[in-house]
């Protein structure tokens, strides 16, 4: 009998899989158009599936870039595992765990119906419990953010999940900066509140670990993209 149910169970799981990876997919498109929601010209909580993919098909360019900021074919980027070679299929928890010269970089540039452009790029770190990230959105002066969207495994809600749900306190990144004078400085997320109104945002009141997380997620990741920004710039 036990024999049974794995094999029924197995079989499920192996008719099942497309539908989750097809799900999945549109989740993390969605995730990426959270990053330029304000500049959608539309209310993304009202796109269903087939818009969220018309959307990034026809207004979102794919670029994946190595730790020298030099843009990767896709036949490579395939060999490294990921279908498509795409960078929707780059697995940041995958490649954070690499050395940075094995790394690769997903980059998303969005085009507005208004012809504007922005750069979106990915990043990950460690709240109190597990793994953060975000997609973070930024004008064509690749300084300026622009718009962010934050997620998380299992940070506590009402406290350190506040980084996903609170829109006041994520809508704080937008028009920050993260040069100063040509040099890479980020976003400090300051307990008991900004003081530099360019480079900080307020804390999360009682949960400064996962503050204290997209600091050093921001610090540390967004400057892996350094190289690249300074390819585009020439």
Known sequence: MTAIVAVVLAGMFTALKPIHDANEAVYNKRAILSAV?????????????????????????????????????EEYVASLG??????????????????????????????SSAGKKFTIISTRGKGLWDAIWACVALEDDLNTIAG?????????PGLGAEIKDNVAWYKQFIGKKLFENGEFRSIY???GG????????????????????????FKTDIKKYEPYFNTVKG
């Open 148 to 156: 962010v969207a934050f997620d998380h495994v299992t940070e506590t």
């Open 189 to 191: 997320v300051r307990k």
């Open 82 to 111: 990921y279908i498509g070679g795409k960078a929707e299929s780059v697995d940041m928890a995958k490649e954070v765990k690499k050395a940075d010269e094995d790394r690769v970089w997903p980059v998303f540039i969005y085009t």
């Open 37 to 73: 929601a304000d500049h959608l010209g539309e209310d993304l909580e009202g796109f269903s599936d087939e818009k969220v993919e018309e959307v990034f098909s026809s207004q979102i360019e794919q670029l994946v870039v190595d730790g020298n900021g030099d843009e990767l074919d």
């Open 194 to 217: 900004a003081k530099d109104p360019v480079y900080e945002v307020d804390g999360i009141s009682g949960a400064t670990i996962t503050a204290d997380g997209v600091t050093a997620m």
